[in-house]
């Protein structure tokens, strides 16, 4: 096993939860159709992918997303309720980052888009504790794109066997083992330690 020498953090459900339905429920006050709706009506545009890939830029997202969808909000009404899906606390600690960064190189690879980008990072001082975001909407793919995991490796700075990537999704670990990343699927802080320690990280 190569020395490893940076770990790569996705964000969503590994180091922030979030809920989407908290989301839909602020949505289906503006909307004249059950709120279970609001799901599939919002799928079917295909706008989200567009948006984290950065194929349309966030007022026209919004325009045309409220639009397709029935809801006669204002720009700053749906990026409110759409970062309303993130809770407060985090699902690991700001200090396991900090004492990681002593000696390794630290990198977070997010599907994600410009608005929710902007509000994590003024929101979670963790986010500043990374030596760099690699983010879907820059990066213009999603993942299991290899586009995302080549970016990953470039802003590790090492090859892709002296990386270790969590991430809450078993497709984006399949992903990141196919471009030779070292990965294994975030199930909650003890695995992650677990994980991390067979490793030879002192945790």
């Not at 940076?6 to 979030?18: R, S, Y």
């Not at 399949?174 to 030879?200: H, V």
Request: glycine share 4%.
């Amino acid at each position: 096993m190569a020395q490893l020498r940076t770990i790569i953090f996705d964000l969503g459900n590994v180091i922030i939860p979030f809920d989407f339905k908290r989301g839909y429920t602020a949505l289906a006050a503006h909307v004249d159709y059950p709120a279970e709706e609001i799901s599939p009506r919002i799928r079917a545009t295909g706008l989200v992918e567009r948006f984290e890939t950065g194929l349309i830029e966030p007022r026209p997202f919004v325009d045309e997303l409220t639009r397709a969808i029935g809801a006669p909000i204002t720009y700053e009404q749906f990026c409110e309720m759409w970062t309303s899906i993130f809770l407060e606390h985090t699902l690991i600690p700001i200090e396991l980052v900090r004492e990681l960064k002593k000696s390794y190189r630290m990198v977070v690879l997010s599907n994600t888009n410009a608005i929710h980008i902007e509000m994590v990072r003024e929101q979670y001082p963790i986010l500043g504790e990374f030596d760099q975001l690699v983010l879907s909407h820059e990066v213009k793919a999603m993942k299991p794109s290899p586009l995302m995991y080549s970016a990953a490796v470039e802003a590790a700075q090492a090859r892709p066997d002296e990386c270790f990537f969590t991430d809450d999704i078993a497709a984006y670990v399949e992903g990141a083992r196919a471009f030779g990343i070292d990965a294994e699927q975030f199930l909650g802080y003890d695995k992650l330690l677990t994980d991390l320690r067979a490793r030879g990280v002192s945790v």
